[in-house]
């Protein structure tokens, strides 16, 4: 499998009124072909801001501050955010389906319309082409009698159906990548399930790799090979999913798989993590899990930050200077 | 738990909550919302009962007409042997404080210009449950000890806190005026993941810890957490019952198609149990409650549906001790 995206020391602030907030702060990961990875981590702790930064669709008060983003030999930060090479990256190499569809969709243009403007934009199709491909699109998604809708207007769609348009607008170009970012998460369960499935099998079938953002565990663990954790802006765990689901090695990590309780566990006590996230905007020189973690030791209050650092397994690395006891996993 | 009759603190029956629809200037009726049509359960003390099911089934209704925000349409609802379902508005007072409620939503639930304190000591004013202003003091700081805040922050604004914390103050004012019964909405849906565990442990230690033995409704779309924290689970589509029975029994036996798919949609946080999980995917999507399907309101989306199902509602019935069910096909 060759690599296909790779994001070096990507660093991203907002000014606002209460002082600089380092979003994302030196997050590097990569993406090789055909694979499907997960970025984790709770709300507010970067995931979007690094996906958008790799689009660059980060607008003022934000700004990218440093770092690479290397994709097909080149480095999508060169490029200027308005010029040429980055519309046509965005929506075409690499298509990215937001939070909320509604305001990803124009309301005012049909569907259909939205659809074809993409094919013509990227692959240069014709009029009647666009058209024809894009109601192959929609019935792809499951849209039933796709040559019928595919002259309405978004609000004439339920939220998971506007979804599926999402799935098949990102898809229309044939995207190398496709960033899904909580793709899901304000739709009902099973719709959830649904939706996920379809995106799933698409990327299958489109030979394109996945980013799949979320703060669910177990969306991560149905379909992803590799994970991301973050926390405060940082990359603070990676490693294959298997292994990280069944040895994490951060205690924050360790954290958040024991505070969720799990369908196919009888009710034990669940065990929170203390405290709560840190400001983005004061950040210690330390480890930022420092106030919250079980583990520290005096070590962790007198250095800083601790770097990335590989521990045993395949490709595994933590952003923590404990190692945590072999006992402890039997309790995960 | 014994059970006997006597033990049965909340009963409800038939219960049913239609909204009309209206248009026009002269707000003609044109269609009901059939929002809660038809639920019956009854919970004894000290027992929590779950509420799922997918947005817009009719959880929140349910709950609301339960706590008496609601005026239901039509069915009986006993509160200790007394149906409550009719009281008049003015006589609901002291009802109110022996149910009260829990809100999804810990930014918007609680008044911005009042500050912490007299949010969570407001119920023991309203209903006269403090003989002095030092005894009032005194309540507010138990209970912001209680659920876990330091009391120091009684003069603070909701806006000060953080979502966790405004919810504990949500939670500490439920607890205010000493209920029987707490129907908790949501109550950690618009948490952060690490923020949701502190407050399920924190409602499960209320109630095995305080000396009355609280009652709760639990309502969620999250099926891991109701699971964790409920004796008896109540799966909603629709606004009716399908399946009710106990968390380990809907888990490993769950007989009814929707719950089925319900369970295999949420995965678990570990990939070698996914690996091997069978997925159930309905087709199609929730039907709106305005324009509900004849007979059961799944028969469209349902893998093993019949002729029979598109006309007539299937009943809950027990099918086995404690887990009742309603399907035709079972
Ligand atoms: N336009 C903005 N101005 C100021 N701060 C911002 C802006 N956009 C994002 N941030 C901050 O950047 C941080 C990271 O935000 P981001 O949206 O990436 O979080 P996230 O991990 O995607 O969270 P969620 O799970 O809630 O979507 C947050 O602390 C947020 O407050
Ligand atoms: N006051 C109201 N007037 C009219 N319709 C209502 C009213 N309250 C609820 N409904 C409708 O009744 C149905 C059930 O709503 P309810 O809020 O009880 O669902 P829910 O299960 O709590 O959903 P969610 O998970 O989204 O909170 C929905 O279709 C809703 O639109
Ligand atoms: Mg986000
Ligand atoms: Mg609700």
């Known amino acids: 499998m060759g690599r296909l995206l ?146 309405d207007y978004p609000h004439q769609f339920s939220g998971g159906m506007r979804q599926r348009v999402m799935i098949a607008m990102a898809l229309a170009c044939n995207p190398k990548i496709l960033i899904a970012d909580e793709p899901t998460t304000s739709l009902d369960v099973t719709t959830q399930a649904q939706l996920l499935e379809l995106m799933v099998d698409m990327v299958h079938k489109f030979n394109s790799s996945l980013i799949l953002v979320t703060h669910n565990l177990g969306v991560v663990a149905r379909y992803a090979q590799r994970i991301y954790i973050m926390y405060a802006g940082r990359i603070v765990e990676e490693g294959t999913c298997k292994e990280i689901f069944k040895r994490p090695r951060h205690p924050y990590t360790k954290g958040l798989l024991r505070s969720v309780p799990r369908l196919d566990v009888e009710g034990e006590r669940l065990i929170p993590i203390e405290g709560l996230p840190p400001r983005l905007t004061d950040l210690p020189d330390q480890c ?45 | 738990m014994p059970q006997s009759k006597n033990d049965v603190v909340l009963e409800v029956k038939d ?94 639930s609680l008044d911005p210009r009042q500050n912490a304190g007299s949010i969570v000591g407001e119920p023991m004013v309203v209903h006269r449950l403090v003989k002095s202003r030092d005894e009032y003091k005194e309540k507010v700081k138990h209970l912001f000890e209680i659920v876990g805040l330091n009391p120091e922050l009684t003069t603070r604004y909701p806006h000060e806190f953080s979502g966790g914390q405004r919810q504990r103050i949500g939670i500490a004012r439920a607890l205010a005026a000493d209920p029987d019964v707490i129907i908790c909405d949501e109550p950690v849906s618009a948490l952060d993941v690490s923020i949701q565990a502190q407050i399920i442990n924190l409602l499960m230690d209320l109630k095995s ?52 798919a319900l369970l295999s949609a949420v995965p678990v946080p570990d990939p070698e149990v996914e690996e091997n999980r069978e997925r159930i995917i309905l087709e199609g999507e929730v039907p709106s409650p305005l324009f509900p399907p004849n007979g059961c309101a799944l028969h469209q989306r349902c893998p093993i549906a019949t002729p029979e199902c598109s006309k007539t509602v299937p009943p809950l019935r027990e099918c086995s001790e404690d887990h009742w069910v309603a399907c035709l096909r079972i």
């Open chain 1, 6 to 151: 790779e994001v070096k020391n990507l660093r991203t602030q907002f000014k606002t009124f209460d002082g600089i907030v380092k979003a994302v702060d030196g997050v590097s990961f990569y993406l090789d072909e055909k694979e499907i990875i997960g970025i984790v981590g709770e709300s507010g702790c970067g995931k979007s801001v690094t996906q958008l930064s790799i689009m660059q669709l980060i607008n003022r008060p934000g700004k990218i501050v440093g770092g690479e983003v290397w994709f097909e030999g080149k480095d999508l930060l060169k490029y200027k955010q308005h010029g040429p090479e980055m519309r046509s990256i965005r929506g075409g190499k690499i298509a990215m389906i937001f939070q909320e569809p509604m305001t990803s969709l124009n309301p005012v243009l049909t569907l259909g319309y939205q659809l074809a403007e993409s094919l013509i934009l990227h692959l240069k199709m014709s009029k009647e082409e666009a058209r024809k491909r894009a109601i192959e699109l929609l019935g792809m998604v499951g849209i039933p009698s796709p040559e019928d809708r595919i002259d």
């Open chain 2, 209 to 260: 810890e305080g000396e009355k033995r609280l009652t709760y409704i639990f309502i969620a779309h999250d099926l891991s957490v109701v699971k964790h924290i409920s004796d008896r689970i109540a799966v909603m589509y629709l606004g009716r019952i399908v399946e009710l029975t106990t968390p380990r029994e809907l888990y490993n036996n769950p007989l009814h198609p929707y719950t089925q």
């Open chain 2, 15 to 108: 219960l049913k909550m239609h909204f009309p629809i209206t248009r026009g200037l002269f707000r003609k009726v044109v269609g009901m919302v059939k929002a809660v049509d038809g639920i019956s359960f009854a919970l004894k003390r000290g027992e929590t009962l779950g509420l799922v099911g997918e947005s817009g089934c009719g959880k929140t209704t349910v709950g609301r007409c339960i706590s008496r925000l609601y005026q239901p349409t039509s069915g009986e609802i006993y509160f200790k042997g007394k149906n409550i379902a009719d009281v008049p508005e003015k006589e609901l007072k002291p009802l109110r404080r022996n149910i009260s409620m829990i809100f999804q939503d810990p930014y918007s």
């Open chain 1, 288 to 332: 930022a899990f420092l106030p919250r973690c079980p583990y520290k030791t005096e070590k962790c209050s007198t250095s800083p930050m601790p770097e990335l650092r590989s521990v045993p397994g395949e490709g595994h690395k933590i952003r923590c200077y404990v190692d945590i006891p072999e006992v402890d996993y039997a309790t995960v």
